[in-house]
């Protein structure tokens, strides 16, 4: 396996909790709803399957992803909180995978070669275990590749910890890959941040 073709998971299944009945992956960006956006971006960014971790069906978002070359899986516990569809997702991974990036839908400022400067991080040959990306004065963000040294340690998460703990188990075996402005970390959780953001990109401001 190359950085070309590390598979990339896109975790999707999330309730939008904070959106007061709007879905934050359905809204608009570039012109498409956020959820089909991350789905060929990350589709863009490897030759290695795309796994996208869903609620159950029937729901608004599959149709959404409609003609992509991209693996819908079903995550049935998806109301247990994010690492229920982390289980999910990593043991849907391919046997032969020797590390895999995550990716959260709701980060509407990465950009395809965010993704390809994180793969192009990752050095098997040494003793790193994560390669993550962050924002550009350093604080740890998104995308996040994973060796498989750390996939058994997904099917035991439960809650909502995102991962955490699978982070913290690989101590100071982390490399953190440096992103334009805030791109690793802004996710949009509300109406009002949505509102906020389509401002500043309508008026030019900087949004990353």
């Known amino acids: 396996m190359t950085q070309a073709d590390i598979p990339i998971i896109l975790l999707a299944a999330g309730a939008s909790s904070r959106m007061r009945g709007r879905d934050k992956l ?3 960006v570039d012109g498409q709803p956020l959820l089909r956006r991350q789905a060929e971006l990350a589709r ?3 030759d290695g399957p795309v796994i996208v971790a869903l609620p159950p069906a029937p729901h608004p978002r599959y ?3 409609t003609g992509l070359e ?4 079903e995550v049935p516990d998806a109301a247990e909180g994010m690492n229920a569809s982390l289980r999910a997702a990593f043991a ?3 046997p032969h995978a020797t590390c ?3 990716l959260l839908a709701d980060l509407p400022a990465l950009e395809r070669g965010d993704l390809q400067k994180v793969a192009e991080a990752v050095d ?3 003793n790193m275990l994560i390669w993550r990306g962050a924002t550009s004065d350093g604080a740890p963000g998104h995308p996040i590749v994973f060796k498989a040294d750390l996939f058994a340690a997904f099917a035991d998460l439960t809650g909502d910890g995102g991962g955490r703990e699978v982070v913290i188990q690989a101590d100071d075996k982390v490399t953190l890959v440096p992103l334009e402005g805030t791109r690793a970390r ?3 959780d509300t109406p009002e941040d949505w509102d906020l953001w389509r401002r500043r990109t309508a008026d030019g401001t900087s949004v990353t």
């Open 44 to 46: 863009g960014a490897t």
């Open 63 to 65: 149709v959404h992803l």
């Open 92 to 94: 849907a991974l391919p």
């Open 26 to 28: 359905l809204e608009e």
């Open 70 to 73: 991209v693996l819908c899986i």
């Open 124 to 126: 098997l040959t040494s």
């Open 100 to 102: 895999a990036m995550l």
């Open 186 to 188: 802004m996710d949009l």
